[in-house]
């Protein structure tokens, strides 16, 4: 902790290659998808989610996941992770020498019937076998928990289920779960109660947070958090992304403005902001498009301004 009450560092997951482009109406090239997570392995991320082994039917935005894991640098200081539904999945991403795997389930059934055609319960027989197999092949093992805080089908979700559905992920092995505001509708209030049950149950360091900035909270949400003590968050460069199940799910927290905010509040990340905006602008090109991203947008920091203490 530091002096204001804040953790020291703050580990970023990178999801925009996979929460982001899996959104993208258009297919972004291979190519330019490679570029873009070579792009951001070099700004100093320790995490990236790089894909996902899912039907290319379901996403067909990642229908060349094995293609880009291929292309990828294996390197010791970079973990690189994928997304996996089921066994199948799990062992095509073995192929494609992937060492970290995450798997996901949600805290609403007619999300989880809507996003994987499988009730809540059957989510769990579906990853039993690939937790065995990840911790028998050594993995590290993530496990999200969608619409934490709203169902776009539902409404408010109880924050008991998300207890629930995160304490079975750990049960399975996961190494870490992200608690997801899919839709982009919680306030720090939300945050604060959420947290207030989940970490009784759970240490703060095996939970991530993953916000969508759908309604301009995910800032003042994270800021919650780090106050509960959280020290991971999931974020995508430029803001791309949402999920395509999720309707109206706009934007994922844009890692730019989540490292604005942790630069100036004195939290280390070890991410340099004119990297990943450099990583997020390539792509943009190549996309024909700006992205959200507030901080990208504003050109970053005009002058070097320090930690704002
Ligand atoms: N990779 C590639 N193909 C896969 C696959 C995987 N991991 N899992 C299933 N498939 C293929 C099957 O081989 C089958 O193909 P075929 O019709 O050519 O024989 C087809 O997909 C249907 O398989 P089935 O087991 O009946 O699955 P389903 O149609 O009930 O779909 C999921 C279930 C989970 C595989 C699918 O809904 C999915 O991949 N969803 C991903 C959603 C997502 O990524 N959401 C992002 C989080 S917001
Ligand atoms: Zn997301």
């Known amino acids: 902790m530091s002096a204001a009450g804040l953790p020291e560092r703050v580990r970023i997951m990178e999801v925009g290659p996979r929460d982001g482009l ?67 999945g799990l062992e095509r ?35 039993r076998p690939v937790a065995a197999r990840a911790h028998k092949e050594g993995l590290w093992l993530r496990g999200y928990v969608s619409t934490a805080f709203a169902c776009p089908y539902e409404g408010a979700v109880d924050p008991s289920r998300v207890a629930d559905v995160t304490s079975r992920l750990f049960d399975l092995g996961a190494h870490e779960v992200s608690i997801g505001d899919t839709i982009g509708v919680a306030v720090p209030a939300d945050v604060d109660r959420l947290l207030a049950l989940l970490l009784k149950r759970f240490p703060a360091g095996k939970l991530a947070m993953h916000f969508h900035d759908t309604r301009g909270t995910a800032i003042a949400n994270v800021e919650a958090s780090l106050r509960a003590g959280i020290s991971v968050f999931d974020s995508s460069a430029g803001g791309l992304g949402g999920c395509p199940y999720a309707p109206g799910a706009g934007g994922n927290l844009a890692t730019e403005d989540l490292i604005y905010l942790l630069d100036r509040l004195g939290v280390h990340t070890g991410v340099s902001l004119e990297g990943v905006m450099a990583a997020s602008r390539e792509l943009a090109r190549s996309m024909g498009r700006p992205l959200p991203s507030k901080v990208l947008q504003a050109g970053g920091v005009m002058r070097p301004l320090g930690p704002a203490t």
Do not use: H, W, Y
């Open 93 to 127: 991403a073995l192929e494609a020498g992937i060492r970290a795997v995450a798997v996901f389930t949600a805290a609403s059934e007619s999300f989880t019937k809507k996003n994987v055609r499988m009730t809540i319960d059957e989510s769990f027989e579906a990853f």
């Open 22 to 88: 899996q959104n993208e109406p258009g297919v972004v090239p291979t190519g330019a998808k490679i570029r873009f997570i070579e792009g951001l392995a070099g700004a100093g991320f320790s995490d990236i989610e790089v894909t996902s082994f899912v039907s290319p039917r379901a996403v067909p935005q990642l229908a060349d996941a094995a293609e880009v894991c291929a292309a990828l640098p294996k390197r010791s200081d970079l973990r690189l992770v994928a997304l996996v539904p089921n066994e199948k």
